[in-house]
T-cell receptor, first 115, second 115 residues
Framework: KAGVTQTPRYLIKTRGQQVTLSCSPI?????VSWYQQTPGQGLQFLFE???????NKGNFPGRFSGRQFSNSRSEMNVSTLELGDSALYLC??????????????FGPGTRLTVL | AQTVTQSQPEMSVQEAETVTLSCTYD???????LFWYKQPPSRQMILVIR??????QNATENRFSVNFQKAAKSFSLKISDSQLGDTAMYFC????????????FGAGTQVVVTP
């Protein structure tokens, strides 16, 4: 079974631009979570989508948004980029079976650099 | 809110020896799950082991085992017979059914295995 894929793997943008990152979950996985990883703040939860609905959201400004499509693929968008948005963005998918907590499987990440 | 604390920024161990990583957490929830993830230099997050809070028996996966002390809110990872491929950042993570799709991560412990 193919793992979680993320595209693009690397991005360089300038301040004020916007960016869209894509995540394709493992086949059959319906939940997609997004995380931001930086040296200073570590791994921080952005949001989670299940059946095209955002079920959970972390403490990030409204410039960070996401969505999920009917095939469970997800995108996240960051508008008006700031230097501090430079990070590794990780996507993770899980089965999300009710009555159990399913482990998350991570993609390789998208490295975003904001100049 | 849950917090996860890893107090050891870095640990060094020789091949074939054993190393133990510590993790403590704080929560008021009763139904939760704990995980150890490994992030090698490739930055790919890999699940090492998981523990359900309702299970008293400590989880084991080959050379990896945990010591779960629920009352003390402690969740340590023991790596036995260390191998060079174990060199990575190790993250302790907390998840609960009250917060779908969100993992709360510790700051990580860098493990370096030397020949």
């Amino acid at each position: 079974k193919a793992g979680v894929t993320q595209t693009p793997r690397y991005l360089i943008k300038t301040r004020g631009q916007q960016v869209t990152l894509s995540c394709s979950p493992i086949s059959g996985h319906r939940s997609v979570s997004w995380y931001q990883q930086t040296p200073g703040q570590g791994l921080q939860f952005l949001f989670e989508y299940f059946s095209e609905t955002q079920r959970n959201k972390g403490n990030f400004p409204g410039r960070f948004s996401g969505r999920q499509f009917s095939n469970s693929r997800s995108e996240m968008n960051v508008s008006t980029l700031e230097l501090g948005d430079s990070a590794l963005y990780l996507c993770a998918s899980s089965l999300a079976v009710i009555s159990s907590y399913n482990e998350q499987f991570f993609g390789p990440g998208t490295r975003l650099t904001v100049l | 809110a849950q917090t996860v604390t890893q107090s050891q920024p870095e640990m060094s161990v020789q091949e074939a020896e054993t190393v133990t990583l510590s993790c403590t957490y704080d929560t008021s929830e009763s139904n939760y799950y704990l995980f150890w993830y490994k992030q090698p230099p490739s930055r790919q997050m890999i699940l090492v082991i998981r523990q359900e809070a309702y299970k008293q028996q400590n989880a084991t996966e080959n050379r990896f085992s945990v010591n779960f002390q629920k009352a003390a809110k402690s969740f340590s990872l023991k790596i036995s017979d260390s191998q060079l491929g174990d060199t990575a950042m190790y993250f302790c993570a907390f998840g609960s059914t009250d917060s779908w799709g969100k993992l709360q991560f510790g700051a990580g412990t860098q493990v370096v295995v030397t020949p």
